[in-house]
């Protein structure tokens, strides 16, 4: 099965020598994202255009996974599914293309077009125009149309090589990954940071990727989820890395020392100080987020600019002006948007009432007060690896091992009654309380959680419950990995007293 790849009109717009570089750089890109799943698959790069062969005993399933990998990969206008042949003479070419398509524009508009490059006793025009008028003396009501064809009928002879063109699907356009340098994305899980690092990678950028870790393993374990189907879907023609770093004791700190107003800038410049110095460890020149104007508090132009105050490398932000449907409509084509719905934005429960315009020797004067170590000691613990390693056997957990239980059934249950936690961040919990008669509720926001554990009874039973149950599972999840043995979740769908 062969395959005729457009290069994306950023490539064929360069000289000659950049455009020679960037196409040998994407042939390599197709070649290893499709040996990755077909070790035969076969490449040819031919100036203008690449070829992809596969081998023809392909099972139907296999044939359109790698169909669809070749879309996403970019550099690439268009995919064209061609069969190839010798051309003999021009009068049996149009004989055997007309008997091919008449069957398929019966009753509907075409157009010819064709594509030549060598040397040939004809004009791509004489061509076009011979074959539409063989095409309609053979399909019945069918009709030409320049501008909206239903169907395109596509000739491409190199030399002395026909591609018939069968099926075409459009390409990802942009630059080949690897060929416009390399950055560190802070990735989050929520819809925007994958969206931007697509629009990255897009612009021929190898991304990075890095975590700050608020919520435990559990936390990582998503976000690397959603990095991992980022990669293998659009960039897995290159080995990446990603980073974690344990932030659950600057998130304490934090909420301890930081007045309430400045919790959301402070948090954001300590992770740019703390991503710069692992961009600049591993010698990546940029750092970039999913932010964009106005969608929170830290995210005005005031407090964005204290934040870039803080790195001395640039931050680059692709999806500065983006409204935030387009930013999910975008997380839908690119396929990571299932997995980021169901993620907390962790990021935006750190303030009751933050500043939109932070003052900034106030904001000076807050993280003068923090320990000069927080940092230290949290880069310290970092961990990276490649994106598709695997996470340690012994942290991984199923979480349909957490059971969930309906307010019917904790007021059932025999015995000493459970704990009930509340995990939600102060301003939730106080906005919409659980209300429970007769029940002892606890209140421990997620970001405090893993510090105070230690001064829980491993023994004890404890029924965690957040609105969504998505944190409630999480740090259900954390406390069993401690040793906790009887921990549930209280179903988010319970009627409150």
Request: proline residues 5%; aromatic residues 4%; neutral net charge.
């Amino acid at each position: 099965m062969d395959y005729h790849l457009t290069l994306a009109p950023d490539i064929t717009i360069k000289s000659r020598s950049v455009r020679r570089h960037l196409t040998k750089c994407l042939a390599r890109n197709v070649r290893n994202t499709l040996r990755r799943s077909e070790p035969q698959a076969v490449v040819l790069n031919q100036w203008d255009q690449l070829i992809v062969r596969l081998p023809q005993k392909l099972s139907a399933d296999l044939r359109a996974i790698l169909e669809k990998s070749m879309t996403r990969i970019p550099g690439i206008h268009r995919i064209s599914r061609v069969r190839m042949s010798e051309f003999g003479d021009l009068d049996t070419l149009i004989e055997k293309v007309a008997d091919e398509w008449a069957p398929r524009i019966s009753g509907n508009s075409f157009r010819v077009s064709v594509k030549r490059s060598g040397q040939h006793d004809f004009r791509s025009v004489d061509l076009e125009r011979r074959l539409g008028t063989a095409l309609l003396e053979r399909a019945d009501d069918a009709r030409v149309s320049l501008t909206a064809a239903q169907v395109d009928v596509r000739l491409r002879i190199d030399q002395q090589i026909v591609m018939q063109e069968d099926t075409n699907w459009p390409g990802a356009g942009g630059f080949p990954i690897g060929t416009q340098g390399q950055a560190l994305v802070l990735m989050s899980g929520g819809f925007d940071s994958p969206v931007a690092a697509w629009k990255m990678m897009r612009r021929g950028i190898k991304c990075h990727f890095l975590l700050f870790r608020f919520a435990g393993e559990d936390q990582e374990r998503a976000v690397r989820a959603i990095a991992l189907r980022l990669w293998q879907l659009h960039g897995s023609s290159h080995n990446i890395t990603f980073t974690t770093i344990p932030f659950e004791d600057v998130i304490d700190t934090i909420r301890r020392d930081v007045p309430d107003g400045l919790m959301g800038v402070v948090l954001k410049r300590l992770m740019m100080r703390a991503a710069e110095r692992v961009a600049i460890r591993a010698r990546l020149p940029v750092l970039v987020t999913g932010e964009a104007i106005g969608q929170v508090s830290s995210q005005t132009l005031a407090n964005l600019s204290l934040i870039d105050g803080a790195c001395r490398l640039p931050i680059l932000r692709p999806l500065l002006t983006d409204d935030k449907q387009d930013i999910i409509d975008i997380a839908r084509h690119i396929e990571t948007a299932e997995l980021s719905e169901v993620m907390p934005e962790y990021c935006a429960v750190i303030s009751r009432k933050p500043h939109v315009k932070a003052p900034w020797p106030l904001v000076e004067a807050a993280e003068a007060a923090l320990p000069e170590d927080l940092l230290d000691k949290a880069i310290a613990n970092l961990h990276r690896c490649a994106v598709d390693a695997p996470m340690e056997p012994d942290d991984a957990q199923d979480s349909d091992e957490i059971d969930t239980i309906s307010l019917a059934k904790l007021h059932e249950l025999s015995g000493p009654r459970p704990q009930v936690i509340d995990v939600r961040a102060p301003d939730q919990a106080e906005a919409n309380p659980l209300q429970l008669d007769d029940w002892d509720i606890r209140h421990i926001p997620f970001y405090e959680l893993a510090s105070q554990g230690s001064l829980l009874d491993p023994q004890g039973s404890y029924v965690l419950y957040c609105e969504q149950g998505i944190m409630s599972r999480l740090q259900a999840l954390h406390l069993r990995s401690q040793g906790f043995v009887h921990v549930a979740v209280l179903s988010s769908k319970s009627s409150q007293a």
